[in-house]
């Protein structure tokens, strides 16, 4: 049972749902910046630091205690195909955000990662129900190849904004870039806008 569809975000952005210079796909193609990390259920932790009045740490286990919901999202990648109806189960970025209660000077966020990717986002768009620390794809555990056990998923952004293997959320109040951020792609990345690269 879907509990959010958020695939008509779109309106929010532009008058098509599939952004400019998209193709539609059925398939989920795999992509990441090196190979699939191991983990094991027993030492994984995600972890919650910076600007925030409770720091956080939460087993497997307690982590999937938390309040969850599923969501039917469209997912857009830099590389130019999207993929429509989607659907994902895990924790809203606002339930982690409210437990750790986050500081007045947090104005972004970094996601780390267990292969050692970082991306950044802008605390606002964090805060969105559709930002979704994911566990499962369509009713089952996150493949590792999409990023399993647990993967960020923002469906108003290009998808290297929601990184995959995610251990943990760094709000802070001055801005980091993350790993491709650094080598020239968009802070901001915005799909209608087609903003897949910086422009400075």
């Known amino acids: 049972m879907v509990d959010r569809d958020a695939t008509s975000i779109y309106e929010e952005f532009g008058d098509e749902r599939l952004p400019p210079g998209q193709r539609r796909t059925e398939r ?5 910046k090196s190979g699939t990390p191991s983990w094991d259920m027993e030492t994984w932790e995600f972890t919650v630091t910076g600007a925030v009045e ?19 999202q469209d997912f857009h990648c830099v ?5 429509f109806d989607t659907e994902f189960t895990g924790v809203t970025f606002p339930t982690i955000a409210e437990r750790a209660a986050v500081s007045d000077d947090a104005e972004h966020v970094l996601f780390h990662a267990l292969d050692g990717y970082t991306t950044n986002l802008s605390l606002e768009e964090c805060l969105r129900e559709e930002v979704l620390f994911a566990l499962e794809l369509e009713g089952q555990p996150l493949p590792s190849e999409h990023g399993g056990p647990l993967r960020v998923v923002t469906p108003q952004r290009y998808a290297y904004k929601g990184a995959k293997w995610v251990t943990g959320v760094e709000f802070l109040s001055e801005p980091k870039r993350g ?4 080598r020239g792609y968009s802070n ?13």
């Open 79 to 83: 590389t130019g195909w999207s993929r």
């Open 54 to 72: 409770n720091e956080l740490a939460y087993s497997w286990a307690e982590f999937n205690d938390l309040p969850r919901e599923t969501q039917l």
């Open 188 to 200: 901001t990345a915005n799909p209608w806008d087609e903003e897949r690269y910086s422009t400075f």
């Open 28 to 32: 989920f193609p795999v992509l990441s």
């Open 179 to 182: 790993y491709w951020e650094k």
